[in-house]
């Protein structure tokens, strides 16, 4: 049977504290498997130290999870950039409801190839696979991606602010911030194109806004 499989790992993760990094990752997936029970068919499951997998049950779960991932790691301050690999593919065994492990198909063994293949490329995702709007659905989820990666690191409360709130005053109250300096960096760092980005997503992965 055809599932909806993700795999994602850390960008050049050998160059981080690893056991910081192992502790954070697993925190953020244990937040991501935890806000998304119904959604996740398999749990998603650190195979490796930097590497994870799981199944979700629609296209349209992909875009949940794969927007919170990126969305959470603001929250956990966890300064990392991740690769996605998403496969609609077979898996010949049983799904294991409880972890993304000891299942067996060719959908698993394309996913992580494709992975490993696109550790030279520039893009984040590559969508695996025989569906509709396969190219629109990469095309979407990639532009999210690239935005995020212009923001930097020294913003992170603002736009964990942005994340929580999605209003510049309630940030800079929070904050103890200037209103109208607030206002500009949310002008600066694009938000309102994050949104339109985010809206784009929701409706080409799920025909909804």
């Known amino acids: 049977m055809r599932e909806w499989i993700i795999m994602g790992d850390v960008v050049n993760s050998s160059n981080a504290d690893q056991i910081a990094l192992q502790k954070n990752f697993a925190q953020l997936i244990k937040m991501i498997n935890e806000s998304f029970k119904e959604e996740l068919a398999s749990p998603l499951t650190i195979t490796l130290g930097d590497e994870f997998q799981g199944i979700v049950k629609s296209p349209e779960d992909v875009a949940f999870v794969l927007v919170a991932l990126e969305e959470y790691r603001w929250r956990l301050e966890l300064p990392i950039l991740m690769r996605y690999s998403v496969t609609l593919g077979e898996i010949d065994t049983e799904i294991n409801p409880v972890i993304a492990y000891g299942m067996l198909g060719s959908g698993l063994m ?13 893009d984040r995702l590559v969508l695996n696979g025989d569906f509709p709007r396969k190219r629109q659905m990469a095309l979407s989820l990639n532009l999210l991606l690239e935005l995020q990666e212009q923001w930097k690191w020294k913003d992170r409360d603002i736009i964990n602010g942005y994340f929580l709130y999605k209003d510049y005053k309630k940030v800079a109250e929070v904050l103890g911030k200037d209103i109208s300096l607030m206002w500009r960096r949310f002008k ?15 409706l080409i992965y799920g025909d909804r806004d």
């Open 188 to 202: 600066s760092l694009d938000f309102t194109s994050y949104q339109k980005r985010k809206k784009l997503v929701n």
């Open 110 to 122: 394309e996913a992580r190839e494709a992975l490993v293949e696109m550790k030279s490329a520039e």
